[in-house]
């Protein structure tokens, strides 16, 4: 079977589509024929050594795959063939709060990634997909979307809440369709005028651009008078000063990535306005359970930029690069 792998070495130029053998369900897994996979930020720092420097290659790439049951191993009483499902990023975070021995479990970094033709998952590792939803659109929900969605409800995010989410990436865009889900007030930003404008078609009740207004905290804090209730931080060390001076006395800062760099931040704003800052590391099975049913009851379908076929897979990553996608890239197995 064919799978994205990083072959020998770090960096981008390493990536190929070869063969890989194909896998076989042990007991208590499930054969997936992968349908669709969906690349993130983290493919990017893992290709490149950013992510986990001691990457053992060759490494097949990938966290978010979407596909068919085609076998089930010994044991297995959950699935069946021909059951539409995806894999969850952490296998081990089933429920509850999240453990060491879960967070070291995720795929494409201490083991073989899932974009590929074939994979083997845990039985207690993969949901059910929506029906609505085209493997295509599955495939984005395990890593961005349960992100988004555990930022955003481990917040308190609901009616009478404002959240200020950064750029149109995968994440934002989910944080966007899910904020406005919950009933919230969401603020967007971004580079780009015409992604702003199609943020606002996708609910976003104002957006300012941060390239052309850096100041984007000011703007934030004039229109949730006093700040925002939420912050959804993607950029990391080199937005959260600006972030910390967007929230509300008393807000909520979700840190979840590094898209601005950076490398040091002023504490003094978290303990002077008693921000909760909290670290969110994807989420559990039962996180994205939770949030496929809300999926379901509003219709939401996740947003696709670019849909790559298999053996372009390489040229996918080099366009995720160019940060200029909004929403979610896709590749079609
Ligand atoms: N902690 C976790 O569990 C977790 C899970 C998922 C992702 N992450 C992290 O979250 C971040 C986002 O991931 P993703 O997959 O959504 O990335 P992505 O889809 O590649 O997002 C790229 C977009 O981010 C925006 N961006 C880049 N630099 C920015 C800046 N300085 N300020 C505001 N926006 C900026 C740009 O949007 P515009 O083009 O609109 O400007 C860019 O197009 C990454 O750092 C990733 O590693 C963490």
Redesign the pocket.
């Known amino acids: 079977m064919k799978a994205l792998v990083i072959q020998t070495a770090f960096g981008l130029e390493n990536l190929a589509v070869v063969d890989r053998p194909d896998p076989v369900p042990g007991p208590g897994q499930v054969l997936v024929r992968v349908r669709a996979a969906s690349l ?3 493919d ?2 893992l290709a490149k050594g950013q992510y986990n420097p001691k990457l053992q290659f060759p490494r097949v790439l990938g966290s978010d795959a979407a596909g068919e049951v085609a076998a089930v191993g010994a044991g297995v009483t959950q699935w069946k063939p021909g059951d539409r499902v995806a894999g969850c990023f952490m296998p081990h975070w089933t429920d509850g709060p999240i453990t060491d021995a879960a967070a070291k479990v995720t795929f494409g970094s201490d083991r073989d990634g899932v974009i590929a033709e074939q994979i083997v998952l845990e039985e207690r590792g993969i949901v059910r997909v929506p029906d609505h939803l085209s493997f295509e659109e599955a495939a984005t929900l395990p ?2 979307a349960v ?1 988004a969605w555990n930022a955003l409800t481990t917040a308190g995010t609901g009616p009478g809440t404002t959240v200020l989410l ?7 865009i989910f944080a966007l369709q899910f904020a406005k889900a919950l009933g919230a007030r969401a603020l967007i ?4 005028d015409d ?1 702003l404008a199609r943020a606002r078609a996708l609910g976003a009740d104002a957006g300012t651009n ?1 390239k052309s207004y850096p100041d984007w905290d000011k703007w934030a804090r004039q229109e949730a008078a006093g700040g925002v209730d939420v912050v959804v931080e ?3 060390a ?2 959260l000063d600006r972030s910390l001076k967007a929230v509300r006395t008393g807000g909520h800062v979700a840190l ?5 760099g950076g490398s040091a931040f002023n504490p003094l704003p978290v303990l002077m306005k008693a921000v909760r800052v909290q670290g ?3 989420g559990s099975r039962a996180m994205f359970e939770a949030m496929n049913q809300v999926i379901v009851a509003k219709q939401i379908r996740p947003v696709i930029d670019r849909v790559f076929a298999l053996p372009d897979a390489p040229a996918a990553v080099h366009y ?1 690069e160019t ?4 929403g ?1 890239v896709v590749i079609a197995v």
């Open positions: 993130n930020y983290r990017l720092l890593c961005a992100t950064q750029g149109t990436g995968g994440v934002s930003t971004s580079s780009s992604k941060y993607v950029g990391g080199g937005t979840i990535g590094v898209l601005a969110v590391f994807v995720l940060g200029s996608h909004f979610k």
